[in-house]
């Protein structure tokens, strides 16, 4: 008697076997990455720090006291250029002044920064970010064009929130 050796896999079954683990595995960490950026914009430190940084672009209170810190540091509604003059009057402001300015729980550090990587002489607000020990610090970066002296020039404003 004589038995007819078949084929236990064929090829193709194995090529859309492999389909298949690469397709899920590909879903999968799609799904994974997808989850967790979303968890971060959720997390409400960085809910304020957003908050923060789009405060900064509004116009000052034109009633406000000259020479007291205030929120807002554009000079108008129309303008998203940023005064530099605005900013120094915060430069030195206590950090309890400044979670009541901003209307925010956390401790504020604003860095301003040139494209090269260099902070800004006088126009930080809140204590040194490299002096901070929190053990949460959220930080959002942003570009902003600041008015200083008349003369324009683009800046990286990192907003840091910390707990402490």
């Known amino acids: 008697m004589k038995t007819k050796k078949g084929q236990y896999f064929s090829f193709d079954a194995i090529i859309a076997t492999l389909i298949f683990i690469l397709t899920m595995v590909s879903l999968l960490s799609y799904w994974y990455s997808t989850r967790s950026a ?22 000052r209170n034109p009633s406000a006291l000259p020479s007291a810190c205030q929120v807002g540091f554009s000079d108008s509604i129309n303008s998203k250029v940023i005064s530099k003059v605005n900013l120094v009057k915060c430069g030195t402001t206590p950090q309890d002044q ?67």
């Open 38 to 59: 979303l968890g971060y914009q959720n997390d409400e430190m960085m809910k304020e720090a957003l908050r923060v940084s789009d405060v900064l672009f509004n116009p």
């Open 98 to 164: 400044l979670k009541s300015v901003f209307g925010t729980p956390y401790n504020i550090t604003i860095d301003f920064k040139s494209p090269d990587g260099n902070v800004a002489s006088g126009v930080t607000i809140g204590p040194s970010i490299g002096t901070i020990s929190s053990s949460k610090i959220v930080k959002v970066q942003r570009v902003a064009a600041i008015n200083a002296s008349g003369s324009i020039d683009a800046y990286i404003v990192e907003v840091y929130l910390y707990q402490g």
